[in-house]
Nanobody
Framework: QVELSEAGGGLVQAGASLRLSCAFSGRTFSTYIMAWFRQTPGKQRELVAAISPGSSTNYADSVKGRFTISRDNAKNTIYLQMTSLNAEDAAVYYC????????????WGQGTQVTVSS
């Protein structure tokens, strides 16, 4: 069973940077597609960024050029480096994992809160 645990959320000022991390355990990390999602109250969870086992990445248009997803297969961890944060980035950020690009994300972390003050 895959387990995901996020860390790194917090309160930052607009324009600041923050790095989230997600530790993966239970299966072979290097074979999983990993992603970051975010959700605010009353809105659907949205994909922020994803990274393949080969480290190909894709991003939501709203974060392109500001956020960077990466993975460290030696540490079974993914990261989300967020820069130039603004109020619209405030959300609960979730880490997710799946084996196949044609499947839905099967595994989810508990989420970490990111709050941006203006």
């Amino acid at each position: 069973q895959v387990e995901l645990s996020e860390a790194g959320g917090g309160l930052v000022q607009a324009g600041a940077s923050l790095r989230l991390s997600c530790a993966f355990s239970g299966r072979t990390f290097s074979t999983y597609i990993m992603a970051w999602f975010r959700q605010t109250p009353g809105k659907q969870r949205e994909l922020v960024a994803a990274i393949s086992p080969g480290s190909s990445t894709n991003y939501a248009d709203s974060v392109k050029g500001r956020f960077t997803i990466s993975r460290d297969n030696a540490k079974n961890t993914i990261y989300l480096q967020m820069t130039s944060l603004n109020a619209e980035d405030a959300a609960v950020y979730y880490c997710a994992a799946k084996r196949s690009p044609t499947e839905a994300y099967d595994y989810w972390g508990q989420g970490t809160q990111v709050t941006v003050s203006s």
